[in-house]
């Protein structure tokens, strides 16, 4: 049987007519409606050739393809025995079933090797495609999984390759390559994603950017150890993979025992990367935990580090609340012992030097200031110089003589003391305080114990905190951006994109994080003049405009700015209220610019009545009179309304007259407004403009 699945401009062909494995005859565009006839000549007509040198049969890349098969690339499926030894695995199917619209179940079963398989398959409404593997040991023996991932076929003309890297502070680095023959694959060993995961892997035709080009990029919605590749072979076949990375013995599967794979996010666009954005975005928000307007937030950190004092605080609160701040979060520094980085993590109680009368006299300050109080945790962390740690060594993941990280080493969530004994303390200091919502971190890789068993335990603890506390939201921090992934994303209600608040560094990272996640959940804070991480002074303006575009909020000790300082962050706070109902609901698009030291991104209604774009400049221009300002995702039968939109003090110029439109605005269509455009003011390096563009 043929099976067409379609949804939002997508269209992927399968194949299951044979005895063997289900095959993906087509994955890419909308081929429009087609009859049974049809399919089934499209399948017979993509069936290879038998080549000279080559087994006698057409070689064809299954759901799940292994060497018994003819394929010689990396296989869908590894494990053995070790009461045989290596097994030859070869599958038939032997049900496919169409659960539900557009889903898919098939059915495989290896009898000689006492092994089955469930491929759960998906094509969603907005065009994102869903895959899941179950493995189930069927025999009596035990089982040893060492692989059990997702491939995916790709056409001949995806031949450039985009992924990520990246640092503490510094996620989200961009690289692209050729996709010549062989594997190009990226895994993480972290026990979370790391700053330096690929994150989203794309490959697309040549010069593909966010406005154009084909592209099919796959996503592992994992928080642990994982493996992302793409492989060309030149036997003529090309595929993306996925999968979570096991460690030997990691997973062995007794008789009747399961292991069901992450889930595997797989999205085609024939409009650049913007297009992939356009269906995930809208995906994820169909399952979102987000049910109301993204608070303006005040973080401690970087404004008092480990000096929590109540007074000190209670005037940070204050000139929070004078600017409209809605939530305040205390972060590290607030539990018994904790006066450094190097001491008392996982002592989950109220310091009583610090606070004599608990955290109540400052709660009692926030909530009096109109403001819901939020609070830092690191319950996946401990300090050997802890009460801790001291009493339950063995709590503790690894050797005791393995170096620490940053003073640190990890708990075993696998351990069903340790869980019960930390679920007991979380849900004891959301009881005894008004606590509306958790920042939870994650200071340091695992590097030692089962990546698969610790991620596991983890999602369970996520689940049972909130079950046990409705409308908790929570934060999920990794030193920054380490551990955003589709994985975490479900179980929590922002995350913090990168340690850093430098906004030049934040305008890549938001970019590139921005095409995965939508803008809502990503933590983006207005710093202090002079960035903590990096050391660079920045303008205000800079700084808002480049704040604006996420899930705002402030990191700065407020006490310590100017009452001009002030007066600009309240009206950018007011703009941010005004504005976030557009800038969490729209279609985030960005232009494809010629220089690259100059972008413009936005985010536009979805029924393209409203949009508020930013231009900024990064660096200095190629050229004396930079490109007109191109605006996307504009319906271009509808006139528009292009304004200034002032937040913080007027970015910075070099320019004797500026382009004459700015002075009034101007109306034009969509048409000429994302095809010619409008001249650009001549703005200085690191320094940004907004605009609101308005149907009329």
């Known amino acids: 049987m043929i099976r067409h699945l379609r949804a939002a401009g997508t269209s992927l062909v399968l194949d299951a007519s044979g005895p063997g494995v289900p095959v993906i005859v087509y994955w890419g565009a909308d081929l429009g409606a087609q009859d049974a006839v049809d399919l089934s000549s499209l399948a017979r007509a993509s069936m290879p050739p038998v080549g000279p040198s080559s087994l006698d049969v057409p070689v064809r890349l299954s759901l799940l393809p292994t060497l018994a098969e003819g394929w010689s690339g990396r296989p869908g499926l590894g494990g053995f025995r070790p009461s045989v030894g290596q097994i030859d695995l070869a599958f038939e199917c032997v049900a496919v079933r169409e659960e539900a619209a557009n889903t898919v179940a098939i059915d495989l079963v290896d009898r000689h090797a006492s092994v089955s398989v469930r491929i759960d398959l998906e094509l969603t409404v907005q065009g994102v495609l869903r895959l899941q593997h179950a493995l189930t040991n069927t025999g009596e023996t035990p089982f040893e999984l060492s692989a059990l991932d997702v491939i995916l076929p790709i056409p001949d003309r995806a031949q450039e390759l985009l992924d990520f890297t990246g640092l503490w502070s510094h996620e989200r680095r961009p690289q692209r390559s050729v996709l010549g023959h062989g594997v190009w694959s990226r895994e993480s060993r972290h026990g979370r994603p790391g700053h330096d995961d690929s ?13 154009q080009g084909e592209v099919w990029a796959v996503h592992e919605a994992w928080s642990g150890d994982k493996r992302v590749w793409v492989e060309r072979s030149a036997l003529g076949h090309a595929a993306v993979g996925a999968g979570e990375l096991l460690a030997p ?10 292991y069901r794979s992450p889930w595997t996010i797989a999205v085609y666009s024939g409009a650049g990367l913007d297009g992939l954005s356009a269906r995930l975005h809208p995906w994820i928000r169909s399952w979102s935990t987000v049910t109301g307007p993204r608070p303006v937030v005040l973080n401690t950190w970087e404004a008092v580090y480990f000096d929590h004092d109540l007074e000190t605080l209670s005037r940070l609160v204050t000139a929070a609340a004078s600017v409209g701040v809605e939530r305040f979060v205390l972060d590290d520094g607030w539990f018994s012992g904790r006066t450094d980085d190097q001491r008392a993590l996982g002592d989950w109680f109220v310091d009583a030097t610090s606070w004599p009368n608990g955290l109540h006299p400052l709660i009692e300050r926030v909530q009096s200031a109109g403001l819901d109080f939020g609070l830092w945790v690191e319950p996946e962390m401990v300090n050997p110089d802890s009460n801790l740690a001291r009493a339950h060594p063995d709590w503790l993941l690894g050797s005791a003589a393995a170096p620490t990280w940053r003073g640190q080493r990890v708990l075993d969530l696998g351990n069903p003391e340790a869980f019960a004994w930390l679920f007991e303390r979380l849900t004891a200091l959301l009881s005894d305080y008004p606590i509306a ?30 079950a046990a506390q409705p409308g908790l939201e929570i934060e999920s921090c990794a030193s920054g951006g380490g551990r955003i992934d589709l994985g975490i994303l479900g179980r929590v209600d922002r995350v913090w994109t990168s340690d850093t608040n430098d906004p030049l560094e934040r305008q890549q990272i938001q970019r590139y994080t921005g095409v995965l996640v939508p803008p809502e959940y990503l933590g983006s804070h207005l710093g202090a003049a002079t960035a903590h991480t990096t050391g660079r002074a920045s303008a205000l303006g800079f700084r ?56 413009l991104h936005g985010v536009v209604a979805a029924d393209q009545s409203s949009a508020v774009f930013a231009h900024v400049a990064l660096a200095a221009p190629r050229t004396a009179l930079p490109a007109q300002i191109r605006f996307p ?54 320094q940004a403009i907004l605009f609101t563009v308005d149907a009329v």
């Open 437 to 466: 919502y958790l920042k939870w971190d994650h200071n340091r890789d695992l590097l030692g114990g089962s990546s698969h068993r610790q991620t596991i335990a983890l999602y369970k603890l996520l689940d049972a905190l909130r």
């Open 249 to 258: 013995g990691e997973v062995s599967l007794a008789g009747g025992e399961s």
């Open 199 to 211: 994150f989203l892997t794309v490959v697309g035709t040549p010069g593909f950017g966010f406005r």
């Open 544 to 599: 808002l405009a480049t704040a604006l575009f996420g899930s705002a909020g402030i990191e700065w000790d407020l006490t310590q700015a100017s009452e001009a300082e002030r007066d600009q962050i309240r009206a950018w706070i007011t703009i941010y209220k005004q504005q976030r109902a557009l800038l969490h609901s729209g279609t985030v698009v960005h232009a494809d610019g010629s220089d690259p030291a100059i972008e």
């Open 633 to 686: 995702g504009l319906d271009p039968a509808r006139r528009y309304q292009v304004r200034p939109l002032v937040v913080g003090p007027l970015p910075r110029t070099l320019q004797t007259v500026a382009p004459l439109w700015l002075a009034d605005g101007v109306v034009l269509s969509g048409a000429i407004l994302a095809r010619v455009g409008l001249a650009a003011p001549l703005l200085t390096p690191e």
